[in-house]
Nanobody, 124 residues
Framework: QVQLVESGGGLVQAGGSLRLSCAAS????????MAWFRQDLGKERVFVAA????????DYADSVKGRFTISRDNAKSMVYLQMNSLKPEDTAVYYC?????????????????WGQGTQVTISS
C-alpha cells in the first residue's frame, strides 16, 4: 500500500479557491489511480474526483464539474485538487485515496489506501 498525506485545507469565503495536495510515499505511485473523496459531518464519504495513472482519464462528481480540477505529478508522487468558485456546501473533510491499477473507481470501497483528511470550510 501507499502512504498518503493531505494538506492545503482551510477556511475561505464562498467564491474563493483552495488547492489541496496529497503526498504519496513509495516508488510505485505511477501504478495507482488516485481520487479525492469528501465527508461532511454525519454523512457518507462521497466521490469528488479521480485521475488515472498517467492522467489519460479524469472523472468528477456532477456537483464539482467545471469548478474543481484534479491533477497529478508522478515524478513528485503528488496529486492535487484545485477548487474554484467554492460554495458553503463544499465544506467537508477531504480525503486522498489510492487504487492500484488503471481504472477509475467512484466508490470508497474500491480504494486501498487513504490519507488522514484535511478540513475545508467555506463561509457564506
Amino acid at each position: 500500500q501507499v502512504q498518503l498525506v493531505e494538506s492545503g485545507g482551510g477556511l475561505v469565503q464562498a467564491g474563493g479557491s483552495l488547492r489541496l495536495s496529497c503526498a504519496a510515499s513509495g516508488r510505485t505511485f505511477s501504478r495507482y489511480s488516485m481520487a479525492w473523496f469528501r465527508q461532511d459531518l454525519g454523512k457518507e464519504r462521497v466521490f469528488v474526483a479521480a485521475i488515472s495513472r498517467n492522467e489519460e482519464y479524469t472523472d468528477y462528481a456532477d456537483s464539482v464539474k467545471g469548478r474543481f480540477t484534479i491533477s497529478r505529478d508522478n515524478a513528485k508522487s503528488m496529486v492535487y485538487l484545485q477548487m474554484n468558485s467554492l460554495k458553503p456546501e463544499d465544506t467537508a473533510v477531504y480525503y486522498c485515496a489510492a487504487r492500484l491499477g488503471h481504472s477509475l473507481g467512484l466508490w470508497s470501497n474500491e480504494y486501498d489506501s487513504w490519507g488522514q483528511g484535511t478540513q475545508v470550510t467555506i463561509s457564506s
